[in-house]
């Protein structure tokens, strides 16, 4: 018995698109989110960085969330569209962590290609992915201040604090040379490049600067 497609976002015949564009470079780029950084900014990092033509892409603020929910393949953002130089081809990514990996992989942001370097740059990138949830859901999404403030502890000591001494460890084997694996920009990179943001929010310079964390800060 053949079932039918359970969303037009899930058609097989998506395959040809994806096929046809994952290693083109000329591509032209839309991301659908809202208007913060939050699970879209990696996206939009690795875009700039894999086309260096910020005219290449555009974020879409301007829409009707509750009208436009229903028509996404889970109900939640972001959504990246890519389309083909010529314009005929265009293809849909949901769920930010596939959309950062196809990004990733289209850019050659995997290390040298081996299937080894790929690995490492997963291993890396996924255990700074954990902390980034760990602080939206504890701290970041948080709106009462009295419970910011109680979480910010347990959240440093538990999570912070364990992920900055192994980083910095990692980075530091790695010839502190500001990247994970070999000497060139990955999606662990940029990854980190982002938490580091959300880490100084939080505390300042108190957890990671120049001095404290030179391999991370490097």
Do not use: C
Not at 33 to 58: E, M, P, Q, S, W
Not at 65 to 77: L, R, S
């Amino acid at each position: 018995m053949v079932h039918p497609v359970a969303h037009p976002f899930f058609d097989p015949a998506q395959a040809d698109a994806f096929e046809a564009l994952a290693s083109k470079r000329d591509s032209t780029f839309e991301m659908k989110y809202f208007h913060v950084h939050g699970t879209g900014g990696i996206a939009r990092t690795l875009i700039v960085i894999g086309t260096n033509d910020h005219t290449k892409f555009t974020n879409s603020f301007e829409y009707d969330w509750a009208e436009y929910k229903p028509t996404t393949p889970f109900g939640v953002m972001p959504l990246l569209t890519e389309t083909s130089a010529d314009g005929k081809t265009k293809l849909r990514i949901a769920e930010s962590d596939a959309i950062e990996r196809y990004l990733a992989r289209k850019f050659g942001l995997f290390g040298n290609g081996t299937a080894f370097q790929e690995v490492l740059v997963n291993t890396f990138a996924n255990s700074t992915q954990g902390l980034i949830h760990t602080i939206f859901n504890t701290y970041g999404l948080i709106e009462d201040p009295a419970t910011r403030a109680k979480n910010k502890g347990p959240l440093v000591t538990d999570s912070i604090a364990p992920w900055i001494k192994y980083h910095e460890q990692h980075l530091q084997a790695n010839g502190a040379n500001g990247h994970y694996v070999g000497d060139s920009v990955t999606l662990a990179d940029v990854k980190t490049a982002y938490v580091i943001s959300m880490i100084q929010g939080l505390s300042g310079e108190e957890l990671i600067s120049e001095e404290k964390t030179p391999a991370i800060w490097k």
